[in-house]
Nanobody, 123 residues
């Protein structure tokens, strides 16, 4: 069993930055691929970014966040991060981290989920 806890959400003005953290406990963190999804009010949960297991040599991004968001991991701290720059109002959503055996854009492929953290970007 793995427990995931997100933190770092909040209210920011357009153009600002936030860094989300996802700290894991339980099974070996490094063995999981990690991803961030987001869900805006009334919308489906969408893939934002993913990072491969172990060293995190491979990263993946939704087109909408490429060049603005960066995913990373620190296995020693059992934590994944999402650095979000140049935030826009359309980035407003609840952000969830997820852990799975592979990194994919399909939310159903992930084994474990955090509770979510709200990100609100004002114009």
């Amino acid at each position: 069993q793995v427990q995931l806890v997100e933190s770092g959400g909040g209210l920011v003005q357009a153009g600002g930055s936030l860094r989300l953290s996802c700290t894991a406990s339980g099974r070996t963190f490094s063995s999981f691929g990690m991803a961030w999804f987001r869900q805006a009010l009334g919308q489906e949960r969408d893939f934002v970014a993913g990072i491969s297991r172990w060293s995190g040599a491979s990263t993946y991004y939704a087109d909408s966040v490429k060049g603005r968001f960066t995913i990373s991991r620190d296995n020693a701290k059992s934590t994944a991060y999402l650095q979000m720059n140049s935030l826009q109002p359309e980035d407003t959503a609840v952000y969830y981290c997820a852990a799975g055996w592979v990194v994919t854009g399909a939310s159903g492929e992930y084994e474990y989920w955090g509770q979510g953290t709200q990100v609100t970007v004002s114009s």
